[in-house]
């Protein structure tokens, strides 16, 4: 297809201009596209904000036929083909919620060559109707996200990626590509393993970013601090929470103290806000985000000028991934962590009581079974309203270590667990034409959902409830339990998207859910807690450069202090070079400790306060008012 090396270089940078308008590549972006283009297996390791999307996006336009992308998160699927049909790119993606109309459709674009990239999840695989389409269709390439999904040391697991390497088995020809931002050695070894990728050319983008300051504080006044830093920073910016209710509560007191610029953001929303959320985030040089790590994934913004945590995350991959979000225009960034020892007892707390041992493990899955009414071996095609406090009550355990095993099974794909807000969905039992066959208020109520809902006659339609409500003059809290009633006499089925929902997947098996998943789901625990443990040590420790940590943790074991850091701060700064930023600070205005303790945020408060006060002493420094500061000149 190219004449020589020299011509693909240059096909492949006219593309990147053509498509994305840039110059050119990114680190080793440019020699990961280059093996796949020769058609060698590749591992590419590149850190958040590194460019993997590209890495696999590029070479399916340049090389005939489809390139087939399996990803683990339908959300970020549909971000990225929308991004793509944006700059013109044929792109799709497969999903449950098309119907076979759809997906057929779909399936024939891409034999006749128009679909340059298709985007599945790794369950799809195992899917005889994709596979017997994908027989007929042109693979240039497959690229597997996210591929760390593939070790059972992660919290991340999941079995359908196993499926990828049967899968390759019936295209032996074609090249595989795995992307991940966070793998360890370890990892690194086992996604070779597994995806059964043969002699793959690796390459490794350092996850040194020169450009951060990472800097935690141990503060107990979290609130005030952060508005201190946004009174002094008006720029984009991300601060994460661990819950929803953090989101909202510290949203509503910025705003309370006249900011006006930050929205909250989690997976509690509707697709609807989120999507607006999004894009007015994007597209504003000063707006802020207090959002769960459900923000961030698939969102490419240049100008995030700081990442604040509320709390510390989880794991260290998760915080290294959260912070990588700011700064990636190479400008300085700010990653700043607020903590307290009280906070880290807490979250120890949270770990420990999300657990279940062995029998409250079992205990929730018989009663999760029994709720349903589904024996051993039996599977329902049905999709069910779960009440998760209903199970709270059945099995007198806490709610957290209830959705710990629903999301532990809905990981393994043994169910589908709904747990954020979606729109809701009807199915009819009843055709158009049986009405006559019903009571005269049922008949009324069915034929004004036929009327408004098309093709509710033939398939699963999914609609809101209060413009339902709004368009025909229905009171709402009526129309739901009309909705509830006709359900439980068997004319329709109805889920209300607000509420959990539960789908089991494969037929009940208490063999192996007591046996070899519970073995499973143990060690994803144990793997959990040591995870907590070295991020507790990375969190509290004051004698090793943070970036350097980092890297260490990833396998980069001769890194270099990064010179910005608290710790490296710290050891750096002596007092007379605090004297000297507090002297240069007032030397552009008079300033509070609160305004001063801002813009240097990489000292404390504490050390500040002294340093004025040895300045008073000296009379370099004198008061304007009680509490202003200002060059004694």
Not at 60 to 82: N, Y
Not at 116 to 134: D, G
Request: contains cysteine.
């Amino acid at each position: 297809m190219f004449s020589s090396q020299k011509s693909k270089e240059q096909l492949i940078g006219q593309t990147l201009n053509q498509f994305w308008g840039y110059a050119g590549f990114h680190s080793v972006q440019k020699e990961i596209i280059l093996s796949i283009l020769d058609g060698n297996d590749t591992l590419a390791l590149l850190p958040t904000g590194g460019g993997k999307s590209l890495c696999y996006q590029l070479p399916a336009l340049v090389l005939e036929g489809t390139c087939l992308v399996i990803s683990p998160l339908l959300a970020l699927m549909r971000d990225q083909v929308d991004a793509l049909q944006s700059r013109g790119i044929e792109a799709e993606f497969l999903s449950s919620e098309l119907d076979e109309f759809d997906e057929e459709s779909i399936y024939n674009r891409c034999k006749n060559g128009l679909v340059k990239i298709l985007y599945v999840s790794p369950e799809r695989l195992q899917n005889q109707l994709f596979i017997r389409s994908m027989q007929d269709i042109d693979i240039s390439f497959i690229a597997v996200d996210e591929a760390h999904c593939i070790s059972e040391w992660g919290q991340d697991f999941r079995p359908s990626y196993r499926n990828i390497k049967i899968f390759r088995s019936e295209f032996k020809n074609v090249p595989c590509l795995a992307l991940t931002a966070t793998a360890t050695h370890k990892v690194e070894d086992e996604i070779i393993q597994k995806l059964g990728l043969h002699r793959p050319n690796i390459y490794k983008k350092s996850f040194n970013r020169s450009n951060l300051n990472i800097i935690l504080e141990n503060t107990s006044d979290k609130y005030n601090r952060i508005l201190q830093f946004l009174r002094q920073n008006s720029a984009s910016g991300i601060i994460y929470t661990r819950t929803r209710r953090d989101a909202e509560e510290l949203s509503h007191f910025i705003k309370q103290n006249n900011f006006a610029n930050i929205d909250f953001f989690h997976a509690g929303l509707n697709s609807a806000d989120k999507e607006k959320l999004q894009k007015r985030w994007l597209s504003s040089r000063y707006h802020v985000l207090v959002s769960t790590n459900a923000f961030g994934m698939g969102i490419d913004k240049d100008d995030v000028k700081f990442v604040i945590h509320l709390s510390p995350s989880s794991t260290i991959e998760n915080y290294y991934q959260e912070i990588g979000r700011a700064g990636r225009d190479g400008e300085e960034a700010l990653a700043l962590t607020l903590w307290n020892e009280q906070e880290i007892t807490n979250i120890d707390n949270t770990f420990q009581n999300q657990i279940p041992h062995k029998a409250e493990y079992e205990k929730i899955i018989i009663f999760l079974y029994s709720v349903f009414q589904i024996a051993d071996q039996d599977l329902s095609e049905r999709t069910f309203q779960l009440d998760v406090l209903r199970l709270k009550n059945l099995t007198k355990l806490s709610v957290a270590k209830i959705k710990n095993v629903l999301n532990f099974l809905n990981n393994q794909e043994l169910i589908f667990y709904k747990s954020n807000v979606s729109t809701s969905s009807v199915i009819s039992f009843v055709k158009s034409d049986e009405l006559d066959q019903l009571a005269a208020a049922d008949a009324y109520f069915m034929e004004m959902l036929f009327r408004n809902l098309p093709g509710l006659s033939i398939q699963k339609v999914h609609f809101s409830e209060a413009a339902f409500c709004k368009k025909n003059g229905v009171d709402f809290q009526k129309f739901k339990e009309k909705l509830l009633q006709m359900q439980k006499a068997g004319y329709l089925e109805y889920l209300d998207g607000s509420q959990n929902s539960i789908k089991f997947l494969k037929p009940r098996n208490d063999r192996l859910l007591f046996g070899e998943y519970w073995s499973l789901f143990y060690q994803i625990q144990k793997n959990k807690l040591r995870k907590w443990e070295e991020n507790k040590f990375y969190i509290r420790d004051t004698d090793f450069c943070k970036m350097k940590l980092i890297l260490n943790y990833f396998g980069e074991k001769d890194a270099e202090n990064c010179g910005k850091c608290s710790v490296c701060r710290k050891r750096n700064n002596s007092k007379r070079t605090l004297s000297s930023d507090i002297t240069l600070q007032l030397s552009a205005r008079p300033m509070s400790l609160d305004e001063m303790s801002a813009n240097l945020h990489f000292y404390s408060k504490e050390n500040i306060r002294e340093t004025l006060i040895f300045l008073l002493d000296i009379g370099k420094v004198k008061m304007l008012n009680y509490k202003t500061y200002m060059l004694n000149q």
